[in-house]
């Protein structure tokens, strides 16, 4: 078996791999250059506004580095499907998931929802609808503040009373905001939210992702 993103061949190093039959799919070197974290990050932007409170809390498990942003292009970028299963043994989670959704139209290039794929391996409710084809990472923190909500709930979606809400990035914050706000406005009572990747926090407060084609 090889390496999903440097095609190293992969070694059965350890015991519990060869009794269990258990193995990464990414190679020690790759794995290593993630950064990962355990952050609740904190974002200051949607206080005073109609969405504060609207997220109960968010946890990230990686911040946002040059390995994520080279493996984002491929995943997303390009559409290599099968880089889901890098992530997949960490973001499984107890609680039912609503994955933040995506714009889908008759142009939409990529094949698979990715945040549904890189959460595959837990109970995904499907509540919400995007209205929109702009893309928060083509606006600027101002922007995406006052743009209006873009999501909607689905026709006889039945909304819990707590909900774990995911998505791949946390950067400002807005739209797991705005998300949130719609469930809370149908009866949800909790709404916390889980990210692959936190983006850090820029000075200039202007989190654009460039380099990469979302």
């Not at 498990?61 to 040059?66: A, D, K, P, V």
């Not at 794929?117 to 209205?131: A, I, R, S, V, Y």
């Not at 995911?166 to 990210?195: E, P, R, S, Y």
Request: aromatic content about 8%; proline content about 3%; some cysteine.
């Amino acid at each position: 078996m090889k390496c999903l993103l440097c095609d190293r061949q992969l070694m059965r190093d350890t015991w519990s791999s060869l009794f269990t039959g258990k193995q990464d799919c990414v190679c020690k070197s790759c794995r290593a250059s993630f950064n990962k974290i355990a952050s609740s990050p904190e974002r200051r932007y949607v206080k005073g506004t109609e969405l504060e409170g609207a997220l109960d809390s968010i946890f990230c498990f990686y911040s946002y580095n040059s390995s994520m942003q080279n493996y984002f292009q491929r995943y997303k970028g390009e559409g290599d499907h099968i880089l889901h299963l890098v992530f997949s043994k960490e973001l499984r989670l107890r609680e039912p998931c609503v994955p933040i959704p995506s714009y889908q139209d008759s142009s939409f290039k990529r094949s698979f929802c990715h945040v549904d794929e890189l959460f595959c391996g837990n109970n995904l409710l499907h509540l919400l609808k995007k209205t929109t084809s702009i893309k928060q990472s083509s606006r600027n923190l101002a922007q995406r503040i006052q743009s209006s909500n873009p999501f909607e709930l689905l026709p006889g979606a039945q909304v819990p009373e707590k909900i774990v809400l995911i998505d791949d990035i946390f950067t400002t914050g807005v739209t797991m905001n705005q998300a949130a706000a719609i469930l809370k406005k149908h009866g949800a009572k909790q709404v916390h939210g889980i990210c692959l990747v936190e983006t850090l926090e820029k000075n200039d407060e202007t989190e654009t992702r460039k380099g990469i084609k979302l």
